[in-house]
């Protein structure tokens, strides 16, 4: 669980900087440390301890609330992130948090009570895809600090979560705040918000929770924030570090408020759900033309969840059967199983890739895992003909007079001439004719058939006549098992009528 104070008291509150931290025991204490005022631009304030009012929340694990304790030094002390989320220490004093969800809200806090922990400052910025946290000391150098975070999905209940620019412009981050309402009142001196018409949520039901967003300006990064009461309003003052002078500085901001008579233990654990591909690989021709994504949720199982997504890459109802953008993990699964089934076409496209990704929805938060891939590799023929770049299968495009499908069951190169074979006679005589022809075994997509003729005009398969003769033809392979291609011969024997003064074989390919 994570101890959250902010400066609470007006002027007198404005120059300090609450850090939580705890003792051998375990308790939890806020220290509030004073900023010497009216500093050089480049001086280092003096800090001592001094007493001042301060807003204090506890949020449990226990409760459903999602964050971490992280060491100076990166180290994750206690967290309860969501599987697949993870915390990074990626320079002095910056810490990224990845996995989470970019369209909730996320606040940060400075902890520490000795050394160089008791005078630092927070703030937050999204970069990358990812969440980063911010710490400097407050003669405004990055420095490496201990600090708590705490992260409100998008669907986070019982508070009000959202963000004020530097211009007072109101951002709103949950649900909660977006049904309530707030107004954002800025001048020289300060910045005010209102929420709803003050009466539910004020100064004196609730406690307003602060850290600088220095996503757009890093000005942000260095500053100390505090409010106060005004009427129902919460004012908020901002001040630059190091030259403490009294001045508002408007910057960016992320708060969430929290009543005064909120019960953790009401508010719903908001699941997270993953997508992984637990069969990742399918192709348009044999046995396995299925792919198979595994939607994921945490948390409670006694209700159905509906999980949205949307498809990229191959194309959905072409490439595969349609998919309907949307899947329910029923009550009692952790778990459900999109599948897809994929649809065979003529066309020569190489391997394609299915994405699936998952959308956002106020029943759910995204973990890291939000989208998985799979591949869809094409009919063995039309992989030949893409990576060779033969326009069909019925093509001569290396002009050898081999079809493009006969050089593919054959083994030979579609796209050089000097790579060619065919069928070649091995022997004749006493009502049978031998030849021989190249087989590449993977070639298992297309059928050869083995036909005769004495005319080189009419054909015939093994078992027709030509109305003088009847013959069969029996192939099998006569090349060491380990052979590819392997040699295949084909023997014509005469059944019926006089052996004929000549006879011609081919080899017919198709599809």
């Known amino acids: 669980a994570r101890v959250v104070p902010v400066c609470h008291g007006g002027v007198s509150s404005s120059d300090k900087i609450v850090s939580p931290y705890s003792d051998a025991s375990g308790n939890a204490f806020v220290n509030v440390m004073d900023n010497d005022n009216n500093n050089l631009p480049t001086a280092n304030p003096g800090t001592s301890e001094e007493?001042?009012?301060?807003?204090?929340?506890?949020?449990?694990?226990?409760?459903?609330?999602?964050?971490?304790?992280?060491?100076?030094?990166?180290?994750?002390?206690?967290?309860?992130?969501?599987?697949?989320?993870?915390?990074?220490?990626?320079?002095?004093?910056?810490?990224?948090?990845?996995?989470?969800?970019?369209?909730?809200?996320?606040?940060?806090?400075?902890?520490?009570?000795?050394?160089?922990?008791?005078?630092?400052?927070?703030?937050?910025?999204?970069?990358?895809?990812?969440?980063?946290i911010d710490t400097r000391d407050n003669g405004v150098g990055s420095q490496d600090n201990s600090f708590s975070f705490?992260?409100?999905?998008?669907?986070?209940?019982?508070?009000?979560?959202?963000?004020?620019?530097?211009?007072?412009?109101?951002?709103?981050?949950?649900?909660?705040?977006?049904?309530?309402?707030?107004?954002?009142?800025?001048?020289?001196?300060?910045?005010?918000?209102?929420?709803?018409?003050?009466?539910?949520?004020?100064?004196?039901?609730?406690?307003?929770?602060?850290?600088?967003?220095?996503?757009?300006?890093?000005?942000?990064?260095?500053?100390?924030?505090?409010?106060?009461?005004?009427?129902?309003?919460?004012?908020?003052f901002t001040q630059d570090l190091p030259q403490l002078n009294g001045t508002f500085q408007p910057i960016d901001l992320r708060f969430v408020v929290v009543p005064l008579d909120l019960d953790s233990s009401t508010i719903p654990t908001v699941p997270v759900v993953s997508i992984a591909a637990t069969d990742a690989v399918a192709g348009e021709y044999g046995a396995d033309q299925a792919l198979a994504f595994t939607v994921t949720r945490s948390g409670p199982t006694d209700a159905p969840l509906t999980v949205s997504y949307g498809t990229s890459g191959a194309t959905n109802g072409s490439d595969f059967a349609t998919l309907s953008g949307s899947i329910e993990i029923p009550a009692g699964e952790a778990s459900t199983v999109i599948p897809v089934t994929v649809l065979a076409d003529d066309l020569a496209e190489g391997p394609e890739t299915l994405v699936i990704t998952l959308t956002d929805a106020p029943e759910y938060d995204l973990a890291t895992t939000a989208s998985a891939s799979a591949t869809i590799a094409d009919r063995p023929l039309q992989a030949f003909l893409f990576?060779?770049?033969?326009?069909?299968?019925?093509?001569?495009?290396?002009?050898?007079?081999?079809?493009?499908?006969?050089?593919?069951?054959?083994g030979t190169e579609g796209d050089d001439s000097s790579s060619s074979a065919t069928v070649t006679a091995v022997s004749g005589g006493d009502g049978t004719f031998t030849a021989r022809f190249p087989h590449h075994k993977a070639a298992t997509d297309v059928e050869a058939i083995v036909e005769w003729s004495t005319d080189l005009i009419t054909w015939h398969t093994?078992?027709?006549?030509?109305?003088?003769?009847?013959?069969?033809?029996?192939?099998?392979?006569?090349?060491?098992?380990?052979?590819?291609?392997?040699?295949?011969?084909?023997?014509?024997?005469?059944?019926?009528?006089?052996?004929?003064?000549?006879?011609?074989?081919?080899?017919k390919v198709a599809p």
């Not at 990166?74 to 309860?80: C, E, K, M, S, T």
């Open 51 to 132: 007493s001042a009012g301060t807003a204090v929340s506890y949020f449990p694990f226990s409760g459903g609330f999602v964050g971490g304790i992280v060491s100076a030094n990166g180290a994750v002390l206690a967290h309860n992130l969501p599987a697949g989320a993870s915390v990074s220490k990626v320079g002095a004093g910056l810490n990224t948090v990845s996995g989470l969800s970019l369209s909730g809200n996320l606040l940060a806090f400075p902890n520490g009570d000795s050394g160089t922990d008791i005078d630092n400052v927070a703030s937050v910025r999204i970069s990358n895809g990812k969440w980063i």
């Open 150 to 236: 705490v992260y409100f999905p998008e669907a986070t209940p019982g508070v009000y979560s959202g963000g004020i620019s530097s211009t007072g412009t109101l951002t709103t981050f949950n649900g909660e705040l977006a049904t309530l309402g707030a107004t954002v009142t800025q001048t020289a001196d300060h910045v005010e918000i209102t929420f709803g018409d003050g009466t539910k949520i004020n100064p004196l039901t609730s406690a307003l929770f602060l850290t600088a967003d220095s996503g757009r300006d890093l000005e942000a990064a260095d500053n100390i924030i505090s409010y106060e009461a005004s009427g129902n309003a919460f004012r908020i």
């Open 387 to 410: 990576a060779n770049n033969l326009t069909s299968a019925d093509g001569d495009d290396d002009g050898d007079g081999v079809k493009n499908i006969v050089e593919y069951y054959m």
């Open 462 to 507: 093994s078992g027709g006549s030509n109305g003088s003769q009847t013959a069969t033809i029996a192939t099998q392979p006569v090349s060491p098992p380990e052979a590819d291609p392997e040699t295949l011969e084909a023997v014509l024997t005469v059944t019926g009528g006089p052996a004929p003064s000549g006879i011609f074989l081919r080899l």
